[in-house]
């Protein structure tokens, strides 16, 4: 038995005093033009700074895109690691959005890489890809359960390509995103107040109550503000399932900066708009 809270009772109890609000960290080249920065080592760390400062003790979630710092190399990832840290001081949960997905012991140190207590990237969960199978990604199942950390499992995602694979049908009749959240219910059974292994479920993909998204875990869910979704509709996407719901918002926030001020106005607007619309009021 770990010896460290679980994510999922860690992730309900910031959600029920903070809000269930993810902001994301995605350092766009245009979006730092936008703040007035370079596009450089420099403009990343002045920007990742500010979205900590503005936000990390207020909302319940960071989620820094992992990808947007590694494109800077060594020093990119060294920001993004002060990032995580002061992010997780201020009392923020943080997300790694990094979607890993591979086999064996690759996988292993992936894992390692972003969940293992001991790394400079040490995150609270990751995102991962189950499309080498779900079973490959087991060495981050039990890695997570060593250390008190989660996984959010690419399951339907807003992006439009995602159905090729995600609605496919296999062969017993079930499509290949139906089968992962089955996959997250059974890791989550008999978890409580609610289980460390969440599924990513767009918040744009409208009517899915053809899909099973009680999983007794995590729902995060990009596509509120920019990619035109909003709180109000995610009772209708998500059902009964809704008070699950981890609504990400990246720029419908980020847009608001470079002020501290503007920032935070913003998340407080949407962790507001989100609590009404998931108490149904």
Known sequence: MTPFEPFGARLRRAMDERGP???GIDP???LLAEWGLNDDVAGLERFSRTVVEAVADRVAVLKPQS?????F???GVAVLEKAVEEARAAGALVVMDAKRGDI???MAAYAEAFLHKDSPLFSDALTVSPYLGYGSL???VELARETGT???????TSNPEGGEVQHAVRADGRSVGATVLAHLAAENAGEAPLGSFGAVVGATLGDLSSYDLDVNGPLLAPGIGAQGATPADLPRVFGSAVRNVVPNVSRGVLMHGPEVVALRDAADRFTEEVRVAVAGR
């Open 21 to 23: 609000l993810c902001v």
């Open 28 to 30: 766009h080249a245009s």
């Open 67 to 71: 990808a947007f710092f590694e494109r």
């Open 73 to 75: 190399g060594s020093r």
């Open 104 to 106: 064996g012991s690759t």
């Open 138 to 140: 087991r060495p981050a």
């Open 150 to 156: 989660g996984l959010f499992v690419l399951a339907l």
